[in-house]
T-cell receptor
Framework: DGGITQSPKYLFRKEGQNVTLSCEQN?????MYWYRQDPGQGLRLIYY???????QKGDIAEGYSVSREKKESFPLTVTSAQKNPTAFYLC??????????????FGNGTRLTVT | GNSVTQMEGPVTLSEEAFLTINCTYT??????LFWYVQYPGEGLQLLLK?????DKGSNKGFEATYRKETTSFHLEKGSVQVSDSAVYFC??????????????FGQGTILTVHP
């Protein structure tokens, strides 16, 4: 079955360490996204990528970095510059960015806790 | 800019009760509208969508009608079940300008259904 795989499901890090969250999709989608979810705040867009080797900042990109070297992979690095990194991180993909009818497919998320 | 406002939660209902979750939006262009559902510990799943005014999206007994005149997309279900307990997110998507394809989410509404 096609889908999006995020790993690990739970991740624990010490403050000051960088950490990379994995996101892999086998849906052959061009567009991929990273969202952050905090209680009572909905989802906020961190980065998105329309195509391989291209990515754009979302609304809250500070303290995060991404790469898109392969179509199926879009890893997110949470750097030590991110002031409040503890959150639930969701990866998503869609056929393309510029389509009204192209829904987002989400992974099951990674819960990151930084102490 | 674009924004989505959902009714405050949490919402607690008895099984077979009628459900309404209000959603209103502001958008700089002509949006597509979506409802996503998130079950505990999982990512988001698309529940239904509508792409133009007066369209009705429906799925699994849930319905929502795109009302351009009131900028609303309220979610309804005639008879809820315990298995409907989840967090529901209203979202919009505008193509063009600075909102290139990204989804803008409401803050989410927690629904709990008791037997």
């Amino acid at each position: 079955d096609g889908g999006i795989t995020q790993s690990p499901k739970y991740l624990f890090r010490k403050e000051g360490q960088n950490v990379t969250l994995s996101c892999e999709q086998n849906l052959n989608h061009d567009a991929m996204y990273w969202y952050r979810q905090d209680p009572g705040q909905g989802l906020r867009l961190i980065y998105y990528s329309q195509i391989v080797n291209d990515f754009q900042k979302g609304d809250i990109a500070e303290g995060y970095s991404v790469s898109r070297e392969k179509k199926e992979s879009f890893p997110l690095t949470v750097t030590s510059a991110q002031k409040n990194p503890t959150a639930f991180y969701l990866c998503a993909s869609s056929i393309e960015v510029s389509s009204y009818n192209s829904p987002l497919h989400f992974g099951n998320g990674t819960r990151l806790t930084v102490t | 800019g674009n924004s989505v406002t959902q009714m405050e939660g949490p919402v607690t209902l008895s099984e077979e009760a009628f459900l309404t979750i209000n959603c209103t939006y502001t958008a700089t262009g002509y949006p597509s509208l979506f409802w996503y559902v998130q079950y505990p510990g999982e990512g988001l799943q698309l529940l239904l969508k509508a792409t133009k005014a007066d369209d009705k999206g429906s799925n699994k007994g849930f319905e929502a009608t795109y009302r351009k005149e009131t900028t609303s997309f309220h979610l309804e279900k005639g008879s809820v079940q315990v298995s409907d307990s989840a967090v529901y997110f209203c979202a919009l998507r505008v193509i063009g300008g600075t909102s290139y394809g990204k989804l803008t989410f409401g803050q989410g509404t927690i629904l709990t259904v008791h037997p």
